[in-house]
């Protein structure tokens, strides 16, 4: 069946289409239904099975004799070590580790923080956490302490487990530091910490709290798989919003279980024995679902990169992978090719590897830019799949099926909807609009299983972010439209938050940071255009009346207090000191004006601006830092 029948055989009868694909799954008790509406407008799914995600993973493919495959290759070219795990030594690894936990008191529906970088072990700590039931938290090694120490509070972890640090080209960044910095600050205090000593830097021990993750497995009996009801949590991953408090999306066992399994085989036509490498990290939703789960769910090989696309060593590191490991598909965001093309603009060092073996590339997490599309696809030779999707979706919500046969591809599109999505173009009063009419994308209720269930700790917060703008659709944050062959174009987000390298950023939370400093009486953040990353943070800030030190020595202290308080994923290196800005009569900072100077794009002026001549002072402040950049 194409992708047209398949869509309508989910629109036809959602309740059947879910049953059936929830058979490719092990459960050790079948669901009697898949859909629970009981708590409409909150849905669930396969409330009344019984499964484990982590025994899809890993034990039934052993069980079923594979367990020579490999599982996991660990390529990391920051350290020079190149790792292969088959499925068995990774069921070793992982059910010993979960025994350790079980012993140490960690029990179902305890929180566990995982904060380490992309090493096999950062994928046994998720997995084992998930054979006990435990809810994992995975948190990115670009965040600082404080942001850590947000996460620690909101989820109340019982233990963390964190690597001795995490290796950037040119310097290697120290995690145990932040972790006790984190716990310092935080109000909870977790039981204990397990510490994965690497040998770039090795971590100060705090007696009587601290672990050495070889001597907390040293001994350490295997344990089996908790029996986990189909709608029990199995990780929180906070992702940004609009304040500084992140938002933390629920994912629970059985629905994220089929909805990877079923994406594996018909989007990315990724089966039982290929390669799969998913150039993300693990802290990102992009790692949840395609470095570990789903990839493993199909018992595929998995492919995890400690690197970047550029500089370790250079522009060719991806088409060596691709070579060396005969990797299938490999999945990253448009910003890691810009800035390959950018080594090499004629994509030379393509030739000097043998990357026959890629079928698909697969580009996620910000807007794909035709440009970068079509480079790709002229110098590997094949297609290149835009699709979209958010954190809390977990899995694509547009894209263009390869498993089904490709539909035509439009640059500036990621196809269409995929089965489990009813997507809807919305006027600001929830009507729907007209092919090519640009609108609210919402989705109609249900979202189908495996997106998010709730926030951790907000479940009013997850109503009032998603459920309430438009009743019986939830609100993806996106602007776009449909055009008449239901192709999807995703424009730009209709909130404060931005994409930095395909990492999504809350404009809020650097504003929260900057207003933290004692000069600093109002500022505003935007997202400005960039060549390489999409878009780059720009602060404007207006200082305390009578305050007469350097601007530029302020502004130093901000881009470092951004780096200490969020971290340096932020990227936050830019900004203006300026008198005022810009807002309508009732208050109302325009940012999005402010942005579109920055990016030389037009812009109306509304009725309401206060004064319209507070725009000639940020259009100045802007250049004076090279805005806009083209
Ligand atoms: N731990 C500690 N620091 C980290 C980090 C981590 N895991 N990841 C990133 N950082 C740091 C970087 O070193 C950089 O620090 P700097 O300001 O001292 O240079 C800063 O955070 C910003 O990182 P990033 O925005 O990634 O910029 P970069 O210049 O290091 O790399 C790209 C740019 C395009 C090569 C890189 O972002 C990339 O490969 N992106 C595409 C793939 C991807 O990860 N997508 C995300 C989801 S699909
Ligand atoms: P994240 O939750 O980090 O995955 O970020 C999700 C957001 O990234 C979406 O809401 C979009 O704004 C943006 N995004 C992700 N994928 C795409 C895409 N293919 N095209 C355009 N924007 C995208």
């Known amino acids: 069946m194409g992708y047209r029948d398949v869509y309508k055989a989910w629109q036809e009868d959602p309740e059947g289409f879910w049953m059936d694909a929830a058979a490719a799954i092990d459960w050790s008790k079948p669901p009697s239904a898949a859909l629970d509406d009981s708590r409409a407008p909150l849905y669930g799914w396969?409330?009344?099975?019984?499964?484990?995600?982590?025994?899809?993973?890993?034990?039934?493919?052993?069980?079923a004799g594979?367990?020579?495959?490999?599982?996991?290759?660990h390529d990391s070219p920051v350290t020079g070590n190149k790792t292969k795990i088959t499925y068995a030594e990774l069921l070793d690894q992982v059910s010993r580790l979960a025994g350790a936990l079980?012993?140490?008191?960690?029990?179902?529906?305890d929180r566990v923080i995982i904060y380490m970088p992309m090493v096999p072990e950062a994928l046994v700590a998720m997995l084992a956490c998930a054979r006990i039931g435990a809810v994992h938290s995975v948190v990115f090694g670009g965040f600082a302490a404080?942001?850590?120490?947000?996460?620690?509070?909101?989820?109340?972890?019982?233990?963390?487990?964190?690597?001795?640090?995490?290796?950037?080209?040119?310097?290697?960044?120290?995690?145990?530091?932040?972790?006790?910095?984190?716990i310092g600050i935080a109000r909870h205090t977790p039981e204990f910490t397990v510490v994965l000593q690497r040998p770039q830097a090795a971590a100060v021990m705090t007696e009587g709290r601290d672990i050495d993750w070889n001597a907390f497995l040293d001994g350490a009996e295997p344990v089996g798989c908790a029996e986990m009801g189909g709608m029990d949590p199995l990780y929180i991953l906070y992702t940004?919003?609009?304040?500084?408090?992140?938002?933390?999306?629920?994912?629970?066992?059985?629905?994220?279980?089929?909805?990877?399994?079923?994406?594996?085989?018909?989007?990315?036509?990724?089966?039982?024995?290929?390669?799969?490498?998913?150039?993300?990290?693990?802290?990102?939703?992009?790692?949840?679902s395609y470095i570990v789960y789903g990839p493993l769910i199909v018992g595929a090989t998995t492919v995890v990169f400690e690197g970047k696309p550029v500089g370790t060593p250079d522009a060719g590191t991806f088409w060596r992978v691709i070579?060396?490991?005969?990797?299938?598909?490999?999945?990253?965001?448009?910003?890691?090719?810009?800035?390959?093309?950018?080594?090499?603009?004629?994509?030379?060092?393509?030739?000097?590897y043998d990357t026959s073996s890629l079928k698909h590339l697969f580009l996620a997490g910000e807007r794909a830019d035709p440009d970068t599309i079509e480079w790709a696809r002229a110098r590997l030779q094949v297609p290149v799949i835009d699709h979209w999707w958010q954190t809390e979706t977990g899995w694509a919500i547009a894209a263009n099926p390869a498993g089904l046969g490709l539909l035509p591809?439009?640059?500036?599109?990621?196809?269409?909807?995929?089965?489990?999505?009813?997507?809807?173009?919305?006027?600001?009063?929830?009507?729907?609009?007209?092919?090519?009419?640009?609108?609210a994308v919402a989705i109609r209720l249900p979202?189908?299983?495996?997106?998010?269930?709730?926030?951790?700790n907000a479940g009013d917060r997850f109503v009032s972010s998603y459920l309430s703008t438009f009743p019986g659709y939830y609100e993806t944050g996106d602007a776009g439209m449909i055009d008449e062959d239901g192709y999807l174009y995703i424009m730009a987000r209709t909130d404060d938050v931005i994409n930095v390298a395909g990492h999504r950023l809350s404009t809020g939370s650097m504003e929260e940071v900057l207003a933290s400093h004692p000069d600093v009486a109002e500022c505003a953040v935007i997202g400005a255009s960039d060549p390489l990353k999409g878009q780059l943070p720009v602060g404007f800030i207006c200082l305390n009346r009578g305050c007469t030190r350097d601007h530029a020595e302020i502004i130093d202290e901000c881009v470092r207090l951004v780096r200490r308080k969020i971290g340096p994923v932020a990227a936050f290196k830019a900004a203006v000191v300026v008198e005022r800005l810009p807002k309508t009569r009732s208050g109302k900072i325009l940012r999005g004006i402010m942005a579109r100077i920055a990016d030389g794009a037009e812009y109306r002026l509304p009725a309401t601006i206060d004064d319209p001549a507070i725009l000639d002072e940020i259009t100045d402040g802007l250049s004076s830092i090279g805005y806009p950049t083209r």
């Not at 594979?66 to 290759?73: D, N």
């Not at 079980?102 to 529906?109: L, N, Y």
């Not at 995929?418 to 609108?439: C, H, N, Q, W």
Request: proline share 7%.
């Open 240 to 288: 940004s919003g609009t304040t500084g408090q992140p938002k933390g999306v629920v994912r629970t066992h059985g629905g994220y279980a089929v909805a990877l399994s079923w994406t594996m085989g018909n989007i990315y036509d990724i089966h039982a024995g290929d390669v799969f490498w998913s150039a993300s990290d693990v802290g990102w939703v992009v790692g949840h």
């Open 102 to 109: 079980a012993a140490r008191g960690v029990e179902r529906g």
């Open 66 to 73: 594979h367990g020579e495959r490999v599982a996991i290759i």
């Open 323 to 352: 070579g060396e490991y005969g990797v299938k598909a490999l999945f990253t965001a448009p910003t890691a090719f810009r800035a390959i093309k950018r080594d090499d603009p004629e994509g030379r060092m393509v030739g000097d």
């Open 146 to 182: 404080p942001e850590l120490a947000v996460r620690i509070d909101d989820c109340t972890p019982k233990a963390i487990l964190a690597a001795s640090c995490g290796i950037e080209p040119g310097r290697v960044v120290a995690y145990k530091p932040m972790v006790d910095e984190a």
């Open 409 to 439: 591809v439009k640059p500036g599109s990621p196809t269409v909807a995929m089965p489990g999505y009813d997507v809807r173009i919305l006027s600001e009063a929830g009507e729907d609009m007209k092919p090519g009419e640009l609108g």
């Open 447 to 456: 979202l189908p299983p495996g997106t998010l269930s709730t926030l951790w």
């Open 46 to 63: 396969y409330a009344d099975g019984v499964c484990n995600i982590c025994h899809n993973a890993l034990d039934r493919h052993v069980e």
